[in-house]
């Protein structure tokens, strides 16, 4: 069965000015999903929010599905901080945090919230299958981690 798309405008270009206004803004224009992109200056080189961020979604009374995306080493307290924050999902990257992937992964479930593994674009797919039975999606990364407003990378499709 093929799911439908599923939109999830990036956060990352809103005007944290009027974050709550933004985010409700993208719902009511047909959205899905928010996504946050979670950025440490350490797994790649930009530093984005935290969870106090989805937290404040959730004061200003959104409601939506969040799915944050921890391109962050470590991982270990994020999780924990943006579950408590309202996640709806976290994902991570493969390439982060090897020995810990596991672990990451059911903290991720325990804490209810989805699990989600994101693949760098020149990752070969079949390196997630090992995890498979822990997550709930695969975000296929079109663009290297790090900056907005790359360029498409055509051959993520495939």
């Not at 069965?1 to 270009?13: E, V």
């Not at 200056?41 to 979604?57: E, I, Q, R, T, Y």
């Not at 996640?87 to 090897?98: F, G």
């Not at 903290?107 to 593994?117: E, M, N």
């Amino acid at each position: 069965m093929k799911q439908p798309p599923i939109i999830a405008p990036s956060l990352l270009s809103a005007d944290f000015a009027k974050f709550g206004e933004e985010a409700q803004a993208v719902i009511t224009a047909g959205a899905h999903w928010l996504h946050f992109d979670v950025m440490d200056n350490h797994f790649v080189p930009n530093l984005s929010f935290g969870a106090m961020f989805c937290k404040a979604l959730r004061n200003y009374g959104v409601t939506a599905f969040i799915d944050v995306h921890l391109m962050v080493d470590p991982i270990g307290s994020l999780i924990t901080d943006f579950a408590k924050a309202g996640a709806s999902s976290i994902t991570i990257h493969l390439e982060s945090d090897q020995e810990n992937l596991t672990t990451n992964l059911l903290k991720i479930k325990s804490l209810g919230c989805k699990a989600g593994l994101a693949l760098n674009p020149d990752t070969d797919i079949h390196q997630i299958t090992p995890w498979l039975e822990h997550i709930d999606m695969v975000l296929v990364m079109s663009v290297y981690p790090g900056f907005g407003g790359q360029k498409f990378i055509e051959h993520s499709i495939d």
